[in-house]
């Protein structure tokens, strides 16, 4: 690993004028996905600014009756927080479901949300990668890339963002809270990730001199029945082949609002919009939940690899509703 | 359909109290304590990268990123001046060695020793992908991983072949040798057989790669004392290691120190030296310092050979009765263009199941990429899978419950093949107790669903030959009435120091307490590599041997002081003014060790042309499907092994549990992913190649028959490698069973079980 140097900000300002100020200067969270990649030869930063001291760890009420979620907070602690666990369980279950305990205790909401693809051509600076190198080629397109996307992707890149936490932030419609030097702004969450394109490089909308301080979470008492169901190759600690967060709101045996992000299926969570209009005002059974599933899918690509991740998008998002549905909504 | 309730987990190994100072009696079959165990825990013991050296450096790797090609230029000049950098090591600047050998013999035991052909550092070409180029030593690791960074390697690059099942067109057929596991084997005419028999099942199957991932990674510390060497280095094989080390250095093997007191798991992987260990070794020679190299994760996928992959074809023709009238098992692996063997891959087929006709061959080719190695049960583990698979298909074929048709199929007292007898076979016992035990008779029926699950049970068999080795040993009697056993043997984590304890106790009649063991170290008479199941069962040979000896000895002295036969060792040494007796079996020098292995090798053979020896187990299983996703859990596990007799039910029992482990790891995740364009090796981390976490593995109810065998020393079979065997069928049969879907492509991912 390259010699590095290591910042410790005393307040935002100073962390916001640190990563302009200092040649190849980072933010670090809980450094368990960038300190990984460091030690890789993926991520090369002279100077790491340690933003989990700055006063962002706090989880508040927001006067609109939502939560305010501080970008230190650590995933830990977000999925313990009894707020988040009554209001919002889908995403205390994202991240109960992500990485491990002791990822989790360093992991930070800010570094999730920016945690780079683990797409294995990605991770291996001998191949050749456009995320990495922008213009050498994409290793993946015609490797191995069972991980990969369905949806949205290019002929640049086909690979998944891997966080949890996100595709329930997707669905709940949260916003980021991101400042810089010039000041601060809120990004919709579906705005933040970005889709690869011609510019796989850039992950997200985020500009290299922002940091993200906080996630808000709109009120939705929708949410208080919502659910995260993650698909996986083993019980634990692997990332998804498919994710799905979701909310449903049955009357009288009609669905009035269904809310569905996937996970593991594109550059960015996956918000189901083509499927909740579908389903909005139809009869919530199996049938149409599949129907909805499938609109949703059609316009999803497989690779020999990835191909079976279509169909079994389609059997966990139904599922995902049925039980949503079985167990009694929110309204 | 009702279930069959949860059975209460009964422990399979009672933790008995320990022995308390002053107990005698039978220490063998007592659940004794690990006596590494405090050492372990407390992290105390010291693996090969924690001895103190004063004056240590670090080394780090330069792997290539290319499969085949040359090195055209490499600069180190940035490396070199980075702060800190001792040495920077290439084949520019590296000691000549003796080149390595291409092939193995079993006469000059060096040679068993060679990871591969490739003249590390002393060549320019490239063989693999992530061969090493150069090694950079500095005063401090982090020093010698940045500077490792700076050395820019310029390649003239060739194409890989690495695509196995591209190249299996030009397979060769593998001749079985002796001594060597089988690779082939006949009874009769299979083909013509199978073509009448009027039931038939065909089925094909595929076994990935699969890599080492020992807690413990490769780890090597080498300090140079003028022409004399000492390598700590966990290993399997301190022989091997020393003669090998000998001979590329070109010193004798006495010159040559090897210590391995702990090993952190090896399984097959640290039977051989790889590169690794001999760059160390050169980088001490040249930077006359004490260097360290510890593997990273990555250096063993990409150093350390795996688990070839295979195709198999397990066709099996029966009478409408159930009687195999013909067994055919073709399986084709692979080896690296600069190493590697045919794993035994049809071997268990040759004693499974007493088909009347028998064809077992086996092809193998050859691709760009690291030498395959042994790997827990190499051969009987890939095997297993395709013909305990087929058998669990005949059975569906022929409507007949899974376990009568394997007891239906068993040998009586001879192997199939080769007509030798068997030394004692309970493989239908195992079958029968564990159906009972399992309460397999409540088995649901097929595709029974439990809300969102299907369910399903799963049986198969399993077998490993037995193995025995040369195994010096020197046992000491003080007149304390202390035993010492020094044995240059491995402990890497199976408990041999604690059961060689045990048959020593036992085989000398003292308490358990005044035994212990060193070893672990080549200034030791030379011991067993822990291989083949086969060290404890080499052990308690001459472990015997030298106990009869030792009561000899004392006896021939008590009755010089007028005291009985058997008489309290401390009390008749004290007696005839003795400080301490010594006997010794076995000689590991000059030509007395190469006869002795020329007398091994015979006997070995010879023995092998009398008496099948192996053990043997059966698994039962129970897994849940989800029927929208296809998520595989397990929910229930049992297993019944015969492995002779039991010394120690603790640690036998935790054996004969990793195999299984490691099976479920093979059976639901474990797969090295390979770049066939350019033979790399794309997942070389433990967050991509899964093996089991926690939650994948439930309880193991684990039993062994404890019956000993009467040709074994001791009546030992051996445990460490049964356990694997015949765990990645079990759970693709209890699949077949909950779904209707025979998945024949390891590992059973979600994808495949869908379909
Ligand atoms: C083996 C393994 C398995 C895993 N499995 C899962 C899984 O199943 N699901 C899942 O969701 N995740 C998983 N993870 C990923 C894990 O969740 C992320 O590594 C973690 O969330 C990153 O958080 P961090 O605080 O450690 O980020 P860091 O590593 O510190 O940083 C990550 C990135 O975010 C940037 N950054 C951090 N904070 C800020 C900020 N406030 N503003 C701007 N930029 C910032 C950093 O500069 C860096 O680029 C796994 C990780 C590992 C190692
Ligand atoms: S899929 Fe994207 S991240 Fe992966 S190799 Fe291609 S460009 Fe790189």
């Known amino acids: 690993m390259k010699p590095i140097s290591y910042a410790v900000p005393a307040s935002i300002d100073e962390a916001l004028a640190a990563i302009v100020d200092l040649p190849g200067a980072k933010f670090l969270g809980g450094g368990t996905n960038l300190v990984d990649l460091m030690r890789e030869g993926i991520e090369t930063p002279e100077v790491l600014v340690d933003v989990t001291r700055l006063p962002l760890a706090e989880i508040t009420e927001t006067p609109a009756g939502g939560l305010r979620i501080g970008a230190a907070v650590r995933n830990t602690d977000l999925a313990a927080n009894l707020a988040v666990r009554q209001r919002y369980p889908v995403l205390a279950q994202a991240v109960l479901m992500g990485a491990s305990g002791q990822i989790r205790n360093m992991a930070t909401v800010g570094g999730n949300l920016l945690q780079r693809t683990r797409c294995l051509y990605f991770y291996d600076a001998a191949a050749a990668c456009n995320k990495r190198d922008l213009g050498s080629g994409c290793g993946a397109v015609a490797g191995h890339n069972r991980m990969g996307a369905i949806l949205g992707a290019s002929e640049h890149c086909v690979a998944v963002h891997p966080s949890d936490l996100a595709v329930a932030l997707v669905m709940l419609d949260a916003e980021v809270e991101v400042a810089s030097r010039t000041g601060t702004r809120r990004i919709p969450i579906q705005d933040f990730h970005r889709l690869p394109g011609e510019s796989p490089h850039l992950d997200t909308t985020l500009a290299a001199d922002e940091l993200v301080t906080a996630v808000t979470l709109p009120a939705e008492p929708l949410a208080a029945s919502s659910r995260y169901r993650k698909v996986r190759d083993r019980a634990s600690y692997a990332f998804a082949l498919v994710s799905v967060a979701a909310a449903l709101e049955v009357t009288n045996g009609t669905v009035s609002q269904a809310r569905v992000a996937l996970g593991g299926v594109a550059h960015k969570p996956w918000r189901a919009t083509t499927l909740e209009q579908y389903l909005a005002g139809r009869p919530a059974t199996d049938e149409e939940f599949a129907a909805a599933a499938r609109a949703e899918l059609a316009q999803a690509v497989g690779t020999p690899s990835t191909e079976f991740k279509i169909e079994l998008a389609v059997r966990t998002i139904t599922a995902t509703l049925r039980r949503l549905r079985d167990e009694g909504g929110a309204a | 359909m009702t279930l069959a309730p949860e059975r209460t987990a009964r422990p399979s190994a009672p933790p008995e109290a320990d022995a308390g100072p002053g107990r005698t009696g039978p220490a063998i079959g007592r ?67 003796t080149p390595p050998p291409t092939r193995m013999n079993p006469m000059d035991l060096s040679t068993m020793a060679a990871g591969s052909s490739i003249a590390f550092l002393n060549t320019d070409e490239v063989h693999v992908d992530g061969q090493p180029v150069a090694a950079v030593v500095a005063e401090t690791l982090e020093s010698a991983q940045y500077a490792a960074s700076l050395v820019r390697v310029d390649y003239e690059t060739i194409t890989p072949t690495a695509d196995f099942e591209a190249e299996l067109p030009t397979a060769k057929a593998v001749r079985s040798m002796p001594v060597l596991p089988p690779t082939g084997g006949k009874r009769g005419d299979a083909r013509a057989a199978y073509t009448k028999a009027p039931v038939q099942v065909d089925l094909s199957f595929t076994t990935p790669q699969h890599n080492h991932n020992a807690l413990e990674p490769h780890a090597t510390t080498a300090v140079w004392d003028g022409k004399k060497l000492t390598v700590y280095e966990g290993c399997q094989n301190i022989d091997w290691t020393q003669k090998f080390l000998a001979k590329r250095f070109d010193v004798p093997a006495s010159d040559v120190h090897v210590v391995s007191k702990y090993v952190g798991g090896g399984f097959g992987g640290k039977s051989k030296v ?26 063993v996928y990409r150093t350390v050979g795996g688990r070839t ?9 029966a009478s409408r009765t159930g009687q195999m009238e013909a067994l055919i098992h073709q399986a084709t692996s692979r080896k ?78 001879k192997s199939p093949v080769h007509g030798t007898r068997y030394s004692h076979r309970r493989l239908a016992q195992a079958l029968e107790q564990g159906r009972d035990l399992f309460g397999w008779a409540d088995r649901p029926a097929p595709g029974t669903r439990d809300g969102k699950d299907l369910v399903g049970w799963g049986v198969a068999a399993a077998i490993h030959p037995a193995w025995e080795f040369v195994a010096n040993v020197q046992l000491t009697v003080d007149a304390t009435g202390s035993a010492t056993l020094a044995c240059a043997f491995h402990e890497m984590g199976m408990g041999t120091a604690t059961v060689v304890g045990q048959m020593v106790a036992d085989c000398l009649g003292v308490p358990l307490e005044r035994v212990s063991a060193l070893y672990g170290d080549s200034d030791l008479p030379m011991g067993p590599g822990a291989g083949g199941s086969g060290q404890t069962a080499s052990l308690a040979a001459s472990i015997e041997k030298a106990c009869q000896a030792m009561r000899k000895r004392l006896d021939a002295l008590a009755s010089k002081s007028g005291m009985p036969d058997g008489s309290d060792p401390a009390e008749v040494l004290t007696r005839a003014g003795e400080q301490s007796l010594t006997v010794e079996v076995g000689a590991d020098t000059g030509p007395k060790a190469m006869w002795g292995q020329v007398r091994f090798l015979s006997k070995m053979v010879m023995d092998s042309r009398r008496w099948m020896k192996a053990a043997t187990g059966a698994h039962y299983c129970e897994v849940r499907v989800d029927a929208d996703t296809g998520e595989l859990r397990i929910r229930r596990w049992l297993s019944v092994f015969d492995v002779g007799r039991v010394v120690n039910p603790k640690t036998t029992h935790s054996q004969l549990r990793g195999g299984i482990v490691m099976g479920l790891g093979m059976a639901m995740g474990e797969e090295t992913l390979i770049d066939t364009r350019t033979a790399r090796i794309m997942n070389p981390s433990l967050a991509e190649y899964h093996v089991p976490v926690h939650a994948d593995v439930p309880h193991l109810d684990v039993h062994t028959l404890d019956d000993p065998d009467p040709q074994m020393p001791l009546g030992i079979l051996g445990a460490g490698e049964v356990g694997i065997v015949g765990v990645g069928a079990a759970v693709a049969n209890a699949i077949r069973h909950a779904t209707g879907r025979r998945v024949t492509d390891l590992p059973l991912t979600l994808d495949r079980i869908v379909g």
């Open chain 2, 31 to 97: 659940a004794v304590d690990r006596v590494d165990g405090l050492a372990k825990t407390t992290g105390t013991a010291r693996f090969s990268a924690e001895y103190p050296i004063p004056g240590l450096t670090h080394a780090v790797l330069v792997h290539a990123p290319i499969a085949r090609g040359r090195i055209r230029s490499i600069d180190v000049a940035q490396a070199e001046a980075h702060p800190g950098v001792v040495l920077v090591l290439t084949h520019l600047n590296a000691p000549r060695l």
């Open chain 2, 274 to 299: 790889w590169a690794a260990t001999l760059i160390t070794c050169m980088a001490a020679q040249v930077a006359q310092r004490p260097v360290r190299l510890a593997l990273t994760r990555e250096g």
């Open chain 2, 336 to 413: 690296g263009r600069v190493g590697g063997e045919a794993d035994q891959i049809i071997s268990c087929s040759l004693d499974l199941y007493d088909a009347a006709t028998i064809l077992a061959e086996q092809k193998i080719v050859e691709l760009d990429l690291m030498t395959n190695t042994a790997m827990r049960a190499p051969g009987e583990a890939q095997g297993s899978f395709a013909v305990e698979s087929a058998v669990d298909e005949l059975a569906i074929e022929l409507g007949l419950d899974p376990v009568e048709l394997r007891l239906l199929n068993q040998p009586v007292d």
């Open chain 2, 309 to 317: 992959p295979t195709r198999q074809r397990v066709a099996i023709g």
